[in-house]
């Protein structure tokens, strides 16, 4: 990724966590009683209704593709078209992004991606710090 | 406890309103009913009003100062897609409860321009980023699961905005009544794989409106016309392992439907007709069979077979759908409801389904809910 080495990054998204070295990584949160993984930190399981909060983990960065769209038409001032992806990763966490670097015509559900961090297509806060995001690639090695 | 009865059920012209408000054209529809069912606002002892965008304007007290301020208790609810079914259910368990006579349930709305959704967040906008969270993208994504499943095509997704514009040619109060062959389905704009933009529903303003009745209070008004709630099913989505993320159009569904199916002790094979939830044409397949009209993976073949057609073995959104009746949000589901009621009544004009005895009504909220009402000539 590309980023200021005096800046520390912010989270384009609220799944995303960066390290003391600027590393960013993807968090979820995984019941110790059922085993159900979320994107989000929640009081109770919500699978199980377990009181014991899921705890966190770190994400792979790894999985396969569940479904998608190429989307052509989106709200004013979005680039398009892009390829929406909806990917399991192999730890049992699901996300949400988009799917770069394929032909759109190639897509297939159970392709394998992987998961890739950038500065969040540029994008600035007020002070000029840049916000680092998340996208997936095709994975060559499958 | 009461049967529940609707007496009464009408609805204006789906289509844009730019003169007019939304509780104006809310009292409209509200008179229409009454008219309707023989009664005045004075017999009625409570308003359910849904709008999916002004619920929290007290939409039933600005119904009331249009059409007769009685003082009577306003509930207004609002449940995304399910708005309407969701007033309907609560009048069903008011009239139940035995608290209320005769209550009116009207569902109003005049929606944003433009493609719906898109909420604000801190930081670079999330669409396109990361995704898409466009109902069209929604929809396509939960299309392409089904596709991946069984080999749905982009062809049989596209029939049912075929068969759904066709319906609406006889439908006097459908926003677009147009023939739109398959080649020009296929051939509209794309906008989000394989949803083009005939596939998508019509943004539009409407309202309609029920009035519902205890079973007495129905025999006083003569059961002639009176049409029975077998049925009055609510659901929020139970857990999935993919939900958030990927919003799950399908296992919200499959609850109501069986709960539905249980409390009116009938099974989708007593169906005549079905009014479901085509916000996208892919959603309609996905509905076949979240509602048991086909079996797993069959709703493909369905669409193909020509069943769901007015004159097949189970007409489907025979008023022309969401997709070309039009998608004025919290007043949908008050009006899947009206089209149902008109033809248990057998007055449902060019469109009528042939000798139909029970139907089924189901809509579907983001976020999510599900309503699942099932009807019967009394």
Redesign the interface.
């Known amino acids: 990724m590309t980023t200021d080495s005096l800046v520390m990054p ?4 609220g799944v995303i966590r960066i390290g003391a070295d600027g590393r960013p990584w993807i968090e979820g949160f995984r019941c110790g009683d059922c085993g ?2 979320f ?2 930190q929640t009081m109770a399981c ?2 199980c209704a377990s009181r014991n909060a899921p705890e966190a983990f770190r994400a792979v960065d790894t999985g396969k593709l ?15 078209p ?1 390829v ?3 990917v ?1 990763l192999e730890d ?1 966490l ?5 799917l770069r670097g394929v032909d ?1 015509d190639a897509v ?3 392709m394998p991606v992987a998961l890739v961090f950038d500065d ?2 540029g ?1 600035r ?1 007020k002070d000029g710090v840049p ?1 680092v ?3 997936f690639i095709p994975r060559g090695d499958a | 406890m009461s049967d529940v009865y609707i007496v009464g059920a009408d609805m204006i012209a789906f289509g844009r309103y730019p003169d007019r408000t939304y509780y104006q054209l809310g009292a409209e529809a509200s008179l229409k009913a009454l008219d309707d069912a023989g009664l005045s606002i004075k017999d009625i002892g409570a308003v359910y009003a849904s709008s999916c965008f002004n619920a929290q304007s007290m939409l039933g007290q600005k119904v009331l100062k249009e059409i007769g301020q009685t003082g009577v208790p306003c509930i207004n609810v609002s449940n995304a897609c399910a708005s309407g079914a969701t007033a309907v259910r609560e009048a069903f368990i008011g009239i139940k409860s035995g608290i209320y006579d005769a209550v009116l349930v009207v569902g109003s709305e005049k929606n944003p321009r433009g493609m719906l959704g898109g909420a604000p967040h801190d930081g670079p906008p999330p669409e396109g980023l990361f995704g898409s969270e466009s109902m069209p993208a929604v929809f396509a994504e939960a299309g392409m699961v089904h596709a991946a499943a069984y080999g749905t095509t982009i062809e049989q997704f596209a029939k049912v905005a075929v068969k759904n514009h066709q319906h609406a040619t006889m439908n006097p109060k459908a926003a677009y009544r147009k023939e739109t062959p398959l080649d020009e389905v296929l051939a509209s704009e794309m906008i989000a794989w394989p949803l083009t933009k005939l596939m998508c529903s019509a943004n539009v303003d409407g309202a309609a409106a029920l009035v519902l009745v205890s079973e007495k209070k129905a025999r006083e008004l003569g059961m002639s016309r009176a049409v029975r709630i077998r049925a009055s099913m609510l659901t929020s989505d139970p857990y999935e392992p993919r939900n958030p993320v990927m919003f799950d159009a399908n296992s919200v569904t499959r609850l109501a439907a069986a709960k539905a199916y249980e409390m009116a002790g009938l099974g989708p094979q007593d169906l005549d007709v079905v009014e479901l939830h085509d916000c996208f044409a892919t959603a309609e397949i996905l509905h076949y069979e979240n509602l048991g009209l086909c079996g797993e993976g069959e709703a493909g073949r369905l669409i193909d077979s020509g069943d769901t057609a007015l004159g097949g073995r189970i007409p489907v959104n025979v008023s022309g759908g969401l997709l070309s009746k039009g998608h004025p949000i919290g007043a949908t589901g008050v009006a899947n409801i009206v089209e149902i009621v008109e033809h248990l009544r057998g007055e449902a004009g060019a469109r009528q389904v042939s000798g139909a005895k029970i139907g089924l009504s189901h809509v579907l909220g983001f976020g999510a809910a599900a309503g699942v009402h099932i009807l019967e000539k009394a």
């Open positions: 912010k989270p384009a998204t159900a993984a994107t989000e919500r699978r569940y479904s998608w769209s190429v989307v052509h038409r989106s709200y004013p001032g979005v680039a398009v892009f929406s992806a909806i399991d049992g699901t996300l949400k992004g988009t759109a297939r559900q159970g969040a297509g994008a806060d916000y995001g998340f996208h």
